[in-house]
């Protein structure tokens, strides 16, 4: 089965930055598309950002274009997502996720990411 574990969350201030990180296990990395979404408080899931296997089509919500970049390493089986120019509403949980958007498949417990003063 499907094995993702995310770290890297924690408080950041607005415009401050945090990296996340996703290890993942049990399944062909390389090829697969990965995924991060996120769920604030009282909403639902919110599609970030997914990446294909060679990274060469990283694509992003609007709501985090030019803040965010989404990035592999396919050797360690890793997925990160570094955010810089946090804002309030960024506050969420975040998953990583196997496949493409807002649908794709989690496998882990989330990180949380918190952007207060």
């Known amino acids: 089965d499907v094995r993702l574990e995310e770290s890297g969350g924690g408080l950041a201030q607005p415009g401050g930055s945090l990296k996340l990180s996703c290890a993942a296990s049990d399944f062909r990395f390389d090829t697969a598309v990965m995924t991060w979404v996120r769920q604030a408080p009282g909403k639902g899931l919110e599609w970030v950002a997914s990446?294909?296997?060679?990274?060469?089509?990283?694509v992003y919500a609007d709501s985090v274009k030019g803040r965010f970049t989404i990035s592999r390493d396919n050797t360690n089986n890793m997925l990160y997502l570094q955010l810089n120019s946090l804002k309030p509403e960024d506050t969420a949980r975040y998953y990583c996720a196997t496949g493409f958007g807002i649908n794709a498949r989690r496998g882990g417990q989330g990180t949380e990411v918190l952007v207060s003063s």
């Open positions: 990446i294909n296997g060679a990274s060469t089509l990283p």
